[in-house]
């Protein structure tokens, strides 16, 4: 079955014209789907689920579905009173009124409503767009923040977990293969000594979940700057999408990778380290952005532990970028030798940079509306 094919298999009204991929996401195979009845024009996202990295696509779907019917429910419940009009990707039901088309091959498709007039960007380009990214953030923590979390499945186990992550760089470090890569590498050397200075830091978050200071919430799971959309017209945030990753987890895990994500104006491919750093600007920016929707549901715990989110998962990042350069390359893709290297350098001196404005960070985070 064709992608045009099981585009007809949804409940959108129409003819198909033509089905457009998208190549920015580096998961899902992605579409634009353009139908034409004789007085209208519909279009909608199309999207074969990443079996290997989401092995119960059902789940993930559910998932999905909940979250998006509850976030739904509570935008048009503020709508009176927001500053702008708010807008989460909606699931379009199959004619069978599933959630999914299963193809012949066993592959999962959704259809997904488009947040039409509007744009995602790279990078931060502005302090401006640096608050709606928070402010983003932060509406849809809180819009999805009284969803009960028992009635989601973790579709991505130990995702953000960082000791795992630690014990998966301890068994590959050990390999022959790892061992041939540092010996042959001043550079690898100089990271496996930065990692094993921060060693006892990466069990920072779930020594706070074991003590109760912190609890698990429903996140978004992968809130980085391409998934912000901004309004074409006003200029304001309107939408996060990519909900994959919608599951049991910390609020930190979001804030910490929304700012890794936009306040290092270098990007993560840069091969340039000086210009790898914190941009405190953009950061209280973010910050702003996000306290604005968040102060609302954010404990005294949660408040606490915002800096060493952001800390961490500049340093988790870093970590499985150095781990996979250290296996072969088997999990991130890469165009050329060494880039998971590259990156791990990258991810790891932003983590440095994060530690030596940790005070001016943390002054940021004061502010609790």
Request: overall charge negative.
């Amino acid at each position: 079955m064709s992608a045009e094919e099981v585009a007809k298999k949804f409940q959108v009204p129409g003819r198909l014209v033509t089905l457009k991929s998208i190549t920015t996401g580096n998961v899902n195979d992605t579409y634009l789907a353009i139908l034409r009845t004789t007085f209208s024009e519909e279009q909608f996202i199309l999207q074969r689920i990443n079996k290997t990295v989401f092995t119960d696509p059902a789940l993930v779907m559910s998932n999905m579905k909940r979250v998006t019917d509850h976030a739904h429910r509570r935008i048009e419940k503020e709508a009176n009173g927001a500053d702008r009009i708010w807008q989460l990707p909606r699931v379009i039901p199959a004619k069978d009124d599933k959630d999914y088309v299963i193809d012949e091959k066993g592959e999962y498709w959704r259809a997904l409503s488009l947040i039409a007039s509007t744009t995602s960007y790279d990078r931060v380009d502005s302090i401006e767009h640096a608050v709606e990214t928070g402010v983003v953030l932060g509406h849809f923590q809180r819009i999805i923040s009284d969803f009960p979390v028992d009635q989601l499945e973790d579709t991505l186990p130990g995702f953000h977990i960082t000791p795992q992550y630690l014990a998966n760089y301890d068994a590959i470090i050990a390999s022959p293969e790892a061992r041939e890569r540092l010996a042959s590498s001043g550079e690898a050397r100089r990271l496996a000594r930065f990692v094993e200075d921060r060693r006892s830091f990466c069990s920072v978050l779930e020594d706070a979940v074991v003590r109760g200071e912190l609890k698990l919430r429903p996140i978004h799971g992968d809130p980085k700057i391409t998934n912000i959309m901004i309004d074409n017209l006003s200029g304001k945030g309107t939408s996060i999408v990519d909900l994959d990753t919608v599951k049991p987890g910390l609020i930190h895990y979001d804030f910490g990778d929304a700012a890794r994500s936009c306040c290092n104006p270098a990007g993560e491919e840069t091969t340039d380290l000086s210009e790898v750093f914190i941009d405190m600007d953009f950061f209280e920016g973010l910050v702003k952005g996000y306290l604005r929707q968040a102060n609302s549901f954010l404990s005294e715990a949660d408040h606490a532990y915002l800096y060493d989110s952001v800390r961490l998962i500049a340093f988790e990042l870093g970590l499985r970028f150095f781990t996979d350069y250290l296996a072969g390359d088997v999990y991130f893709k890469t165009s050329y030798d060494a880039q998971n290297l590259n990156r791990a350098r990258v991810q790891l001196k932003l983590c440095d940079s994060i530690e030596s404005r940790e005070s001016l960070m943390r002054r940021a985070l004061e502010n609790k509306g």
